[in-house]
T-cell receptor, first 114, second 116 residues
């Protein structure tokens, strides 16, 4: 089954403790992206990757890092999480850049930073 | 800057009522248009999409949307909603800019609550 797999689904952490949210897709998509979803703000793009070793900032990249060492994986790294990063995070992949023909989304990671 | 507006933030309907959710975007170039649906506790799923051709597109579960270029709109419709349509609906626009650069922008979402 074609899918984007995110882990963990839920995460509670403390301020400053580094964490990684994993994302993996099995569709051989070149384009992958991370979004955060906040009430009233919709989805905002954090980072995206056009291909292996090619990443770029989205609209809200501050406080986040990403890497793309393999085509299937696109982890999101919070090196020093802060409470304002409490949010629902989605990984998405697409055949064409920027979801030109539509995204496949992961199931989401609800992160709480206390 | 490219933007997408969904004017209805929260819509409450009774079952069998007709639905229309508004979506307007601000970009004059070539666009692909999407509606995504997010059921409670789940991820976003593609509901329907418009690339070109017939401006009336049909998606899954009886949903349809009409692209009106002159109004920069892509409204979502369903003739008769069901309780299972309770979800949040997001409009999204993929815009192709000079040099091949593409960007997708999501609206802020409309929460639909269908009362049995």
């Amino acid at each position: 089954e074609a899918q984007v797999t995110q882990n963990p689904r839920y995460l509670i952490t403390v301020t400053g403790k580094k964490l990684t949210v994993t994302c993996s897709q099995n569709m051989n998509h070149e384009y992958m992206s991370w979004y955060r979803q906040d009430p009233g703000l919709g989805l905002r793009q954090i980072y995206y990757s056009m291909n292996v070793e090619v990443t770029d900032k989205g609209d809200v990249p501050e406080g986040y890092k990403v890497s793309r060492k393999e085509k299937r994986n696109f982890p999101l790294i919070l090196e020093s999480p802060s409470p304002n990063q409490t949010s629902l995070y989605f990984c998405a992949s697409s055949f064409r850049p920027a979801g030109e023909y539509g995204y496949t989304f992961g199931s989401g990671t609800r992160l709480t930073v206390v | 800057a490219q933007s997408v507006s969904q004017h209805n933030h929260h819509v409450i309907l009774s079952e069998a009522a007709s639905l229309e959710l508004g979506c307007n975007y601000s970009y004059g170039g070539t666009v692909n248009l999407f509606w995504y649906v997010q059921y409670p506790g789940q991820h976003l799923q593609l509901l329907l999409k418009y690339f070109s051709g017939d401006p009336l597109v049909k998606g899954i579960k009886g949903f349809e949307a009409e692209f009106i270029k002159s109004k920069f709109s892509f409204n979502l419709r369903k003739p008769s909603v069901q309780w299972s349509d309770t979800a949040e609906y997001f409009c999204a626009v993929n815009a192709r800019k000079a040099g091949g650069y593409q960007k997708v922008t999501f609206g802020t979402g409309t929460k639909l609550q269908v009362i049995p």
